[in-house]
């Protein structure tokens, strides 16, 4: 599986051992609250992983994006530390739709591991359904880092982005991409020639993904210029749920820039656009 798992599917393999869960609730208002969610309660046996401490290496103001990603050695020494192997199903989930799975999906595909998946409506969907939780850590495992393999997705960088060439695909809100609010970043507003596609809009009521139909339909507009996909967003983490996305709708799988807007903005020369694009 390398896009998404039910609830059905997970619960019937949480005593596989070549399944491996991974819980990556997380909160920029407040970095320490997925810890403690997961203390709280968990999928069993379920490891816990941090978008500041494990998918991102420390921002440097001024330099990088709020969550620049890690040395790839360093990411294969901490996918070995959870027991990711090849061969083994990797399955995450949240409390956000997916926003901060989807960052690690993306990741384990960095490194060429391709069973990689999801949890379809994350933590409310297996609380929903009465699943069993723990507030017991998993067992040790045989650390050893994930081997080296060619990645399954490619990043680009700020100098290679062309929105003659490339169709640049924002996963922010369209308040933020438009720069009518910015919360997080010095700068609002958007890389010229970007089409706003946000990722809360690839889920339905319940936080569970569209249908491959439904989601193609919401592409759609931001695919008719025919370009090549580049997605980004506010640092490179929800970038990756719209890539998931476009996964799960069979389309091909598009670049990521990863410092995305706030790292963009670092840089004074680089232009800002407001508003919507015409």
């Not at 790839?72 to 083994?88: E, H, M, N, S």
């Not at 949890?119 to 723990?134: I, M, R, T």
């Not at 990521?256 to 656009?273: N, Q």
């Amino acid at each position: 599986m390398d896009t998404l798992v039910t609830v059905g599917e997970l619960a019937s393999n949480l005593d596989n051992p070549d399944w491996v869960v991974v819980d990556c609730r997380f909160s920029l208002a407040d970095p320490a609250a997925g810890r403690k969610a997961y203390n709280t309660g968990h999928i069993p046996d379920a490891h816990y992983i941090s978008l500041d401490d494990h998918l991102s290496t420390p921002h440097i103001p001024g330099k990088t994006g709020r969550h620049p990603l890690p040395d790839i050695a360093d990411w294969r020494q901490v996918a070995g530390a959870l027991g990711i192997q090849p061969g083994r199903q990797v399955v995450m989930y949240d409390d956000a739709g997916g926003a901060m799975a989807a960052r690690m999906w993306w990741m384990l595909r960095w490194i060429g591991h391709e069973q990689a998946a999801v949890l379809d409506g994350g933590w409310q969907a297996w609380q929903a359904a009465g699943q069993p939780e723990s507030t017991e850590s998993p067992g040790a495992v045989a650390v050893s880092a994930y081997p080296v393999k060619p990645a399954l997705v490619t990043t680009v960088s700020a100098d290679e982005l062309d929105t003659a060439t490339q169709q640049l695909v924002d996963a922010r809100d369209l308040p933020r991409y438009r720069g009518d609010t910015e919360s997080l970043d010095p700068v609002a507003g958007h890389i010229p020639g970007a089409a706003c596609s946000p990722f809360s809009a690839n889920l339905d009521a319940s936080k569970k993904f569209l249908s491959p139909a439904a989601l193609k339909e919401k592409f759609a507009p931001v695919l008719a210029s025919g370009k090549p996909v580049v997605c980004y967003c506010g640092s490179g983490v929800t970038a990756a749920h719209n890539i998931l996305a476009m996964k799960i709708t069979g389309l091909d799988t598009p670049p990521l820039y990863p410092g995305s807007w706030s790292e963009w903005i670092t840089d004074p020369s680089r232009p800002v656009a407001t508003g919507d694009e015409q």
